[in-house]
């Protein structure tokens, strides 16, 4: 563990205030390592998208969404671009209908401001008026922040595992059930109710949410929709397009400007 990430762990153990916020800012393919610390973290991905990779599957956290963590949960972090990080560290128990499980949440006008704001005031230790409202407010908003199906769940089964390793190296929209099935010497029947035991997800929900983890990152880096669609294996736009609705409620080009559908 590096000397400025045992640094900032030591900083969160021992500040005081239910909540204590910081930034970090990290190059392209900067790798944080398994770690693990007493207070929850909403984590906001500013700019830049982040990978989060616990024991229970990888989470991905594009720009402009936040990612919490349980406290004591170990957790890795690889950065997909520049990331611009804003953190919130939450002391257990210091609110009511708190998270208590690990997920993608999409951030509000309200939260972004909340949190740049409690950056700049790091802890609220001592304080009061205007920097312990601040801090309250972010306690009363996280349970009212949305979740994103953003996980991505992977089985413990080595044949299964393999299969989802390479479909997250190259999504493809062609493979179907009985391909899997038949790479595992399974029924299609057994090899349904093996992946969705393993993995709390169908095969077609999993491989979708694999596809968003591909796009969305390319998307974010300003990569044209037909050129992402085209490379993802779709045979056409509009096929890419109602997948990514289904999934997120907005076409492609509606969703990366934050507008929904309709």
Not at 149 to 152: C, E, H, Y
Not at 252 to 255: H, V
């Given at each position: 563990m590096s000397d400025d990430l045992q640094g900032r762990l030591d900083w969160i153990e021992t500040a005081s205030g239910a909540v204590v916020a910081s930034a970090s800012d990290f190059p392209d393919g900067h790798r944080v390592t398994p770690h693990r610390h007493g207070r929850a973290q909403l984590l906001h991905a500013l700019s830049g998208v982040v990978m989060i990779s616990t024991g229970q599957g990888r989470?991905?956290?594009p720009a402009d969404h936040a990612m919490w963590i349980p406290a004591g949960v170990e957790h890795a972090v690889d950065m997909l671009g520049l990331v611009r990080m804003r953190s919130a560290y939450v002391l257990?128990?210091?609110?009511?209908?708190?998270p208590d499980t690990l997920r993608v949440l999409a951030m509000t006008d309200l939260m972004r401001s909340l949190i740049v704001e409690a950056v700049q005031i790091g802890t609220a230790e001592g304080t009061a008026g205007r920097a312990a409202a601040i801090m309250n407010l972010i306690l009363l908003e996280i349970p009212n922040l949305e979740e994103r199906?953003?996980?991505?769940p992977f089985p413990a089964d080595?044949?299964?595992?393999?299969?989802?390793?390479?479909?997250?190296?190259t999504p493809s929209p062609h493979a179907t059930i009985d391909d899997w099935a038949a790479a595992c010497g399974m029924s299609r029947r057994s090899f349904t109710r093996a992946f969705l035991?393993?993995?709390?997800?169908?095969?077609?929900?999993?491989?979708?949410?694999?596809?968003?983890?591909?796009?969305?990152p390319r998307l974010a880096d300003g990569v044209p929709?037909?050129?992402?669609?085209?490379d993802l294996g779709y045979d056409s736009?509009?096929?890419f397009t109602t997948m990514f609705r289904r999934m997120l409620g907005a076409s492609?080009?509606?969703?990366m400007r934050g507008q929904p559908d309709g």
């Open positions: 989470w991905m956290v257990q128990g210091a609110a009511p209908d708190l199906p953003f996980a991505l080595p044949r299964l595992a393999a299969l989802c390793r390479r479909f997250v190296t035991r393993e993995t709390g997800l169908s095969l077609s929900v999993w491989r979708r949410q694999a596809t968003l983890f591909a796009a969305l929709v037909t050129t992402v669609a085209l736009v509009p096929a492609p080009r509606r969703y």
